[in-house]
């Protein structure tokens, strides 16, 4: 027998469809049953390729036992966060204030007024590790409410007050300068790890965002240390098990600080920040293993993520089935024992193999079996015997049993896969990779964006989703509409990424003080507006909205929407000396912002080789137009003609202008010179 999930279009909250749990999705509804009944509320958050998420289900959700303790005495209701980062941010935010910690399956029990009293993640079936069962807890919070609720109630209402205390005010709202940003390269430097590349320790995520800035640091200011941790950081994690060495694209995060044995799921949205990355290292540096990974990155995200709308699928799961056991269980389809590689190779081959992609008879994984890597070797390899192994221990993966999909088409994640495979596409001359960006950049606009410019912040299987766009959706998809702008010329990508800007200015900044918000001013008033200028797992809303806005301005000169950029900034200068790790996103807006940012415009041939030039370009969030003379596609194309009958570029800079050059060389030099 269904429950009421069985309507809803995220893949997780139908894994849950066929439990004996009564779940109700979030809504309304929910809570006026609970009012009426005169019960609490158990909100059960997760995602689709959460590992301990599925464990959670399996163990308690999935036992009539457990679900009957559920059903008789809370309206219990699941939440995809990826669906409601919204409703996810704000609980997460009162889980970590009352624990110190948080993190995914997320169980939190509310009251009927939707206030949180009592919080936790995942639960075991039985008592271990100082853990409480999860029967236990049930039966604990239903004795407090049963016995104690006015003393319930009351924590109840202090904790939302505290919450709702939380307003983020950032000092005196100035734009960081010179000063903010040489602190927060020196404090990133004291995180560093110098041995394994990356910051902090296990366990260790990709730092897509810090890498960004640190690129653009390097390009505005010369600093070698800022570029070194760059290279090092992605030499370390291209060569590391993060790093998936068959097929491209990168794992959510490494469980050691070697970027070893990773959690096997793998997200769009650190695949499209990491190819983009990349991509950017390779624009820096020239490095041949940054244009490998960024070109294997794009190939797998086309290959594995692409769903027959054009979009791209949120993630692939970290588990599967083992060949031999039949248990689901993390990473079956990529580790390797040095048996399983003579069985697909041979003796001499798979001998190679073993000692080419580090696996050994001990393991690096468990039981035995190796996560592939590519440890610094002395032995030289043969390049096509490499190819050809690769080729056939991918073919013979592919007879393994998948990892699950999860097909939700996610607005910001795909807004993230659009810039990342446009620059690259461009870059590299893949043309293909370039179609697909518009191909996801289309569905955007045709599914995600309702005839006012409004997102839908999911889809699936080409019907859009209930809820509504975040702060995050809107900077995501307006930034992969510039991307589309400065690589196609089409003007129509600047006009869609401008309606969006719109919104954020009219319905997601507080007028007053410059801050963003991460829900409209129209949106579900939840407990308390949320707002974070952070950097999770993806950029901060905050900071990418500023970032989006800024470009919007170099290629439009519109003053509103460089001064909600310059204001929204201000919380970088306050937060990125003291905490540069979490605000990389907002520092590497900052360093385009002291730059200019540069505005070029191209006069000739999209696709030419003076556009590549400028696109290729190492100056911070420089904003590329490129038209035939006389267009009226692009703002700053107008009343720029072509000298002497040549492809010209004008570079533009805080109101000023260099002479217009006519030769690539000359251009690359201009634009590779440090900001002024």
């Known amino acids: 027998m269904s429950n009421r999930l069985a309507h809803e279009t995220s893949p997780y909250l139908l894994q849950h469809a066929e439990n004996p749990v009564d779940w109700w999705p979030w809504s309304a509804e929910a809570f006026e049953e609970a009012r009426r009944r005169g019960v609490p509320v158990l909100l059960s958050v997760g995602y689709s390729s959460c590992h301990w998420c599925h464990v959670l289900a399996s163990e308690s959700f999935e036992d009539e036992a457990t679900a009957?303790?559920?059903?008789?005495?809370?309206?219990?209701?699941?939440?995809?966060?990826?669906?409601?980062?919204?409703?996810?941010?704000?609980?997460?935010?009162?889980?970590?204030?009352?624990?110190?910690?948080?993190?995914w399956p997320m169980t939190v029990f509310l009251t009927p007024d939707a206030e949180p009293f009592y919080f936790g993640t995942y639960f075991p079936p039985e008592p271990r590790h100082g853990m409480p069962s999860?029967?236990?807890?049930?039966?604990?919070?239903?004795?407090?409410?049963?016995?104690?609720?006015?003393e319930v109630t009351e924590v109840a209402a202090k904790i939302t007050a505290d919450l709702a205390g939380r307003e983020l005010s950032f000092g005196d709202a100035q734009v960081p300068g010179e000063g903010e940003l040489a602190q927060a390269l020196l404090g990133l430097t004291r995180e560093y790890d110098a041995t394994y590349g990356g910051f902090g320790g296990a366990p260790?995520?990709?730092?897509?965002?810090?890498?960004?800035?640190?690129?653009?640091?390097?390009?505005?200011?010369?600093?070698?240390?800022?570029?070194?941790?760059?290279?090092?950081?992605?030499e370390r994690m291209a060569r590391g098990g993060i790093y998936d060495q068959l097929g491209g694209g990168f794992a959510r995060?490494?469980?050691?600080?070697?970027?070893?044995?990773?959690?096997?799921?793998?997200?769009?949205y650190d695949n499209a920040l990491l190819c983009r990355a990349y991509a950017h290292l390779w624009r820096s540096t020239g490095s041949e293993l940054a244009k490998r990974v960024a070109l294997e990155t794009a190939d797998f995200m086309v290959r594995e993520l692409r769903t027959n709308e054009g979009g791209f699928a949120s993630a692939l799961d970290a588990d599967s089935e083992d060949p031999v056991s039949g248990e689901h269980v993390e990473g079956a389809y990529y580790v390797w024992t040095p048996e399983q590689l003579s069985q697909v190779l041979g003796a001499e081959d798979g001998a190679a193999a073993a000692r080419y992609f580090g696996v050994t008879q001990e393991g690096t994984f468990e039981e035995g079996a190796s996560?592939?890597?590519?440890?610094?070797?002395?032995?030289?390899?043969?390049?096509?015997?490499?190819?050809?192994?690769?080729?056939?221990?991918?073919?013979?993966?592919?007879?393994?049993?998948?990892?699950?999909?999860?097909?939700?088409?996610?607005?910001?994640?795909?807004?993230?896969?659009?810039a990342a495979l446009a620059e690259t596409g461009a870059y590299f001359g893949r043309q293909d990779l370039v179609d697909a960006a518009v191909a996801a950049g289309d569905l955007l606009v045709r599914l995600h964006m309702d005839p006012l410019a409004r997102l839908s912040r999911t889809s699936k299987d080409g019907q859009v989703g209930q809820n509504s766009g975040v702060l995050e959706d809107y900077a995501d998809v307006a930034e992969g509409f510039l991307a589309l702008a400065s690589v196609t010329g089409e003007g129509v990508w600047l006009e869609f990424a401008g309606f969006l800007l719109d919104h954020v200015l009219d319905r997601f900044v507080d007028r007053e003080s410059g801050a963003l918000y991460d829900t409209a001013v129209d949106a579900e008033q939840l407990i308390r507006?949320?707002?974070?200028?952070?950097?999770?797992?993806?950029?901060?809303?905050?900071?990418?909205?500023?970032?989006?806005?800024?470009?919007?301005?170099?290629?439009?000169?519109?003053?509103?929407?460089?001064s909600a950029a310059e204001r929204a900034l201000g919380v970088v200068k306050a937060l990125g000396p003291r905490a540069p790790r979490f605000i990389g996103n907002g520092l590497a807006v900052a360093e385009?912002?002291?730059?200019?940012?540069?505005?070029?415009?191209?006069?000739?041939?999209v696709g030419g080789r003076m556009q590549h030039t400028a696109l290729t370009g190492t100056a911070p969030g420089a904003v590329v137009a490129a038209g035939p003379e006389g267009s009226d596609e692009l703002p700053l194309l107008a009343d720029r003609p072509r000298v002497e009958g040549r492809d010209t570029a004008y570079v533009c800079r805080h109101f000023v202008c260099d002479a217009p050059v006519t030769d690539a060389e000359q251009l690359e030099r201009l634009l590779s010179e440090p900001g002024r």
């Open 204 to 234: 260790k995520f990709p730092p897509s965002m810090v890498i960004e800035f640190l690129l653009r640091h390097h390009a505005r200011t010369g600093a070698e240390g800022a570029l070194q941790m760059a290279v090092d950081t992605c």
């Open 529 to 562: 507006r949320p707002q974070d200028p952070t950097d999770n797992a993806t950029p901060s809303g905050w900071t990418a909205a500023a970032g989006a806005l800024l470009s919007y301005a170099a290629h439009t000169g519109s003053e509103p929407h460089r």
């Open 371 to 418: 996560v592939l890597q590519l440890p610094q070797n002395d032995e030289v390899f043969d390049g096509e015997q490499i190819e050809r192994i690769r080729q056939r221990l991918r073919a013979a993966r592919e007879e393994r049993p998948a990892p699950g999909r999860d097909d939700k088409v996610v607005a910001a994640w795909n807004g993230l896969a659009v």
């Open 68 to 103: 009957a303790l559920m059903n008789d005495n809370f309206v219990s209701v699941k939440v995809d966060r990826e669906e409601r980062p919204d409703v996810d941010a704000v609980y997460m935010e009162a889980v970590q204030a009352a624990t110190g910690q948080g993190g």
């Open 253 to 268: 995060y490494s469980v050691d600080r070697e970027f070893t044995v990773p959690h096997f799921e793998k997200m769009l």
């Open 592 to 605: 385009a912002l002291l730059d200019g940012p540069r505005e070029i415009a191209v006069v000739g041939e």
């Open 134 to 150: 999860f029967t236990q807890v049930l039966g604990g919070v239903r004795d407090a409410w049963t016995g104690r609720r006015s």
